[in-house]
């Protein structure tokens, strides 16, 4: 079965500095996607960043990039140089053939930036 | 381009009754997926559309939920006999194609906030 695990309901971090939200993954399919998507309170789910199973390199969008440890089945997101404007909650999300594209999403992790 | 558009934004029902939203997706997107978040939860998957079928419908709660889709574009999701646990946030999504499964972005809309009093 194909699952998503991210362990860390509520996160602080102070304006500019660098903060890692956790996301653990589980599937037997060879073949998958990763993603991190953006939930302000505004409640629109935003992408972020994708990682596919077999790129070589981590991925990278700005100041967001993702920690790819496949070994580990781990796929964490740094944020760099936090602004206030990252408060949100996150999503870690993966879809894989076997799942018939159904892409299932993590509990989230709620990001306070502090000033 | 115009993104994913739902409506309505906002819905308050009274129980029993029965209710449509509507999905607008991305002009050319041919996949099309419903997903239910209730307070302070993830994303629950409900349904996917690749044009007007629907191979995976796994995500249903039960025979009171149902979804269409024609024109290969916009979507409505229907919920007969509301009961107050089916209060929560409908989202919809597309992307491009959906056949290539892992590397498909889902581009989702603002939601459609559903109240059953």
Known sequence: AQKITQTQPGMFVQEKEAVTLDCTYDTSDPSYGLFWYKQPSSGEMIFLIYQGSYDQQNATEGRYSLNFQKARKSANLVISASQLGDSAMYFCAMSANTGGFKTIFGAGTRLFVKA | ?117
């Open chain 2, 1 to 117: 381009g115009a993104g994913v558009s739902q409506s309505p934004s906002n819905k308050v029902t009274e129980k029993g009754k029965d209710v449509e939203l509507r999905c607008d997706p991305i002009s050319g997107h041919t996949a099309l997926y419903w997903y239910r978040q209730s307070l302070g939860q993830g994303l629950e998957f409900l349904i996917y559309f690749q044009g007007n079928s629907a191979p995976d419908k796994s995500g249903l709660p039960s025979d009171r939920f149902s979804a269409e889709r024609t024109g290969g574009s916009v979507s409505t999701l229907t919920i007969q006999r509301t009961q107050q646990e089916d209060s929560a946030v409908y989202l919809c999504a597309s992307s491009l194609e959906g056949t290539s499964g892992v590397k498909e972005t889902q581009y989702f809309g603002p939601g459609t906030r559903l109240l059953v009093l």
